[in-house]
């Protein structure tokens, strides 16, 4: 191939990576070794060996055709670039007692055990800077695995249902002679877990938070939880919250959600979840956790029908309102009240005391306490 | 036509449309790219736009024999791959023991001979040459078989302890589906061509059902396919796919209609809409009335 065309085609599949395509060198390889069979001249060839190999996602799709535009007809289709806003970053905790002085060490100081049992409880919307990182870092280690159910796959136990082909390679190793009896059981693994995490302007003293509980989540429960955000638009965040690292995946996660601090529809939210992935089988079987305060701007009617749809395709709901742990709250806004009818488990998330609380929901203990 | 014949994505095209596919010059580059590169073809797309049947028209055309390997939760390498037939590795024992055999090692060589290895898709697949390879709905496999089937398609060998590494001569043509209800993993997307089907355009469906049921008049085509894209465009749980398009109109010429009247319609509306939830948001409150705007303008 042109030494041109190869720097041209590297050149567009740098533009895809930067504005955020899987444009990895080895898709690179696969979109020029694309190119030799096709004609290099004819932009719909082009066109296509790009958007097969650099492609994985039909949300990848219209940010291809954006790069396309702009790189090879200089049509400028700038990737929308907004400011996130400010993630709560954790600050480099010193040693309890270790040396060196200025104020925010100590502040810092403070974070020592029976201090943590005092962060507990409080509310994370009214945590200074320290705190706030000191609760992430704890919520970083929450383990939130979800509750199991049973595989269809097999292990080897000692007892339960006989397993004809290990049996019989037993009996072939000894000559034909049946003298051991193997067995096997179902396996267990974890349930889906899928959290929608409320990102409207009233939910974001606790998006935060809510966020790093996802992360916390995802990395307990590996490839079966899907994180997505709400706001005004659904955000799929699964990608973005693999990072190990909980603020690498928190600055992906903020980068990628449009519509932070907006309002909230969460009705249709939940119908273009539902539609997009739940009813295809996200849901089915999961258990579903609706982070969010339940200010529906939009029509409650939808939510609650949306709440219905998902109440059926899920195994378990769980609901976690931030301001249910306000002394007096009753759930008396419109979105709430049609929400609550549809949820196994109705509970605060507002501190760390509160997302341990959600932890052992999401596995499965305390059932059924939607209405208590 | 073999696979060396194709020349270009438009007689890749030309081919599956003698076969009764109509594709578009996505969906016959992703295939000519398939054929050329030796990649597996990874398709997305909702339900009913025609990942499956391109797989098989594929084979159709390449006058190859299609294996299929439907995936769900659970699967693993004995029920994809191979398992050995232990009964009749048994059976084989006694005879051997009744007649009195006293060569043992060659006995035990005998017991995993070829012939009692029993090939399981994938590696039916590889001794198959030329086939299509069907993955159906990988997304419903769990993530240890998705990794076990990446090992399979970077090198197209597989490896039996007792017999050795057996080596596709050619590799299949691998078509891979996905219906996204949960994320598959990037490393085996990244040997694939990725290809997102979308629902066909009003002339195309309408072409697709005249290649499809040549029974079917013209007028009631368009009327289906004009219903059909409606339906999509109404806020359904199921907007129909071209499947059931298809099968709408087939239920309609059985009953021997020419004409789509939302009589008609209202009466064989089960075989397009498989959610009362939709198919009253189509009737509408006022019975066949919402029926009559799906319809006008035929």
């Known amino acids: 191939?042109?030494?041109?065309?190869?720097?041209?085609?590297?050149?567009?599949?740098?533009?895809?990576?930067?504005?955020?395509?899987?444009?990895?060198?080895?898709?690179?390889?696969?979109?020029?070794?694309?190119?030799?069979?096709?004609?290099?001249?004819?932009?719909?060839?082009?066109?296509w060996a790009g958007r097969l190999t650099l492609c994985a996602d039909p949300d990848d799709l219209a940010r291809y055709d954006r790069c396309f535009a702009a790189y090879f007809t200089g049509a400028t289709a700038r990737a929308r670039r907004g400011t996130p806003p400010?993630?709560?970053?954790?600050?480099?905790?010193?040693?309890?007692?270790?040396?060196?002085?200025?104020q925010e060490q100590q502040g810092l100081e403070a974070a020592t055990a029976s201090d943590v049992e005092v962060l507990r409880d409080r509310d994370v919307a009214r945590l200074g800077a320290a705190e706030r990182?000191?609760?992430?870092?704890?919520?970083?280690?929450?383990?939130?695995?979800?509750?199991?159910?049973?595989?269809?796959r097999f292990a080897p136990t000692p007892t339960g249902r006989l397993d004809p082909a290990r049996t019989v390679r037993e009996t072939l190793r000894r000559g034909g002679e049946t003298s051991l009896l193997r067995h096997r059981s179902h396996r267990t693994r974890p349930r889906r877990v899928v959290l929608i995490v409320d990102v409207s302007g009233s939910m974001s003293p606790y998006a935060d938070a809510l966020l790093r509980f996802a992360h916390a989540a995802a990395r307990s429960g590996g490839r079966d939880v899907e994180v997505f955000s709400a706001g005004t638009r659904l955000t799929r965040l699964t990608r973005e919250l693999r990072h190990r690292d909980p603020d690498a995946a928190m600055a992906a996660a903020s980068a990628a959600i449009p519509d932070w601090?907006?309002?909230?529809?969460?009705?249709?939210?939940?119908?273009?979840?539902?539609?997009?992935?739940?009813?295809?089988?996200?849901?089915?079987?999961?258990v579903v956790v609706i982070a969010s305060d339940g200010w529906e701007r939009g029509d409650a009617g939808l939510l609650g029908a949306q709440m219905a749809r998902l109440h059926r395709l899920a195994h378990r709901v769980v609901w976690a309102n931030p301001h249910k742990a306000r002394p007096g709250y009753e759930p008396l806004t419109a979105g709430m009240a049609a929400a609550l009818p549809h949820v196994d488990d109705f509970t605060s998330g507002h501190s760390l005391a509160a997302l341990e609380e959600l932890a052992r929901l999401v596995a499965g203990a305390g059932e059924g306490r939607a209405h208590a | 036509m073999t696979v060396d014949q194709v020349g270009s994505p438009a007689e890749l095209a030309g081919l599956l449309d003698r076969h009764g596919y109509l594709c578009d010059e996505g969906l016959a580059t992703a295939c000519f790219l398939a054929l050329r590169m030796g990649r597996p073809l990874f398709l997305e797309g909702e339900a009913g736009v025609g990942k499956t049947e391109l797989a098989k028209t594929l084979a159709r055309g390449l006058g190859a024999p299609l294996i299929r390997l439907q995936c769900y939760e659970g699967l693993d390498a004995s029920q994809?791959?191979?398992?050995?037939?232990?009964?009749?590795?048994?059976?084989?024992?006694?005879a051997a023991e009744a007649a009195g055999v006293s060569d043992v090692s060659r006995l035990e060589g005998e017991l995993y001979d070829r012939r009692f290895l029993l090939a399981r898709p994938l590696l039916q697949a590889l001794e198959t040459s030329p086939s299509v390879l069907l993955v159906d709905e990988l997304d419903r496999a769990d993530d240890e078989f998705e990794a076990f089937l990446l090992e399979v398609l970077s090198d197209?060998?597989?490896?039996?302890?007792?017999?050795?590494?057996?080596?596709?001569?050619?590799?299949?043509?691998?078509?891979?589906?996905?219906?996204?209800?949960?994320?598959?993993?990037?490393?085996?997307?990244?040997?694939?061509?990725?290809?997102?089907?979308?629902?066909?355009?009003?002339?195309?469906?309408?072409?697709?059902?005249?290649?499809?049921?040549?029974?079917?008049?013209?007028?009631?085509?368009?009327?289906?396919?004009?219903?059909?894209?409606?339906?999509?465009?109404?806020?359904?749980l199921k907007p129909p796919g071209v499947a059931e398009s298809l099968d709408w109109t087939e239920a309609l010429v059985a009953l021997g209609v020419r004409d789509l009247d939302p009589g008609t319609a209202a009466v064989t509306l089960g075989a397009v809409l498989k959610y009362r939830e939709d198919q009253q948001r189509v009737l509408g409150g006022g019975g066949a009335a919402g029926l009559e705007a799906l319809l006008d303008g035929g």
């Open chain 1, 1 to 47: 191939m042109d030494r041109d065309v190869t720097e041209t085609m590297v050149g567009f599949a740098r533009t895809v990576r930067a504005a955020g395509g899987a444009a990895d060198p080895e898709r690179v390889q696969a979109m020029l070794a694309a190119l030799d069979h096709l004609d290099v001249l004819d932009p719909r060839d082009v066109y």
């Open chain 2, 156 to 236: 197209f060998t597989i490896t039996v302890p007792e017999l050795g590494t057996i080596r596709a001569e050619r590799p299949p043509v691998v078509v891979v589906t996905s219906n996204r209800t949960r994320e598959v993993h990037d490393a085996l997307k990244r040997r694939c061509l990725y290809h997102w089907l979308e629902h066909p355009s009003f002339d195309r469906e309408v072409a697709i059902i005249r290649r499809r049921l040549p029974d079917a008049a013209e007028r009631l085509a368009g009327q289906v396919a004009r219903a059909a894209q409606r339906m999509r465009e109404t806020d359904l």
């Open chain 1, 261 to 286: 601090s907006g309002g909230t529809r969460l009705g249709e939210e939940l119908k273009e979840f539902l539609d997009r992935f739940g009813q295809r089988g996200l849901a089915r079987g999961a």
């Open chain 1, 86 to 102: 400010v993630v709560v970053r954790r600050v480099p905790v010193a040693e309890p007692g270790g040396r060196g002085g200025g």
């Open chain 1, 133 to 152: 990182a000191e609760v992430a870092r704890l919520i970083a280690l929450l383990d939130a695995g979800a509750e199991r159910r049973r595989s269809r």
């Open chain 2, 80 to 94: 994809a791959l191979y398992d050995w037939d232990f009964p009749r590795q048994l059976l084989h024992l006694r």
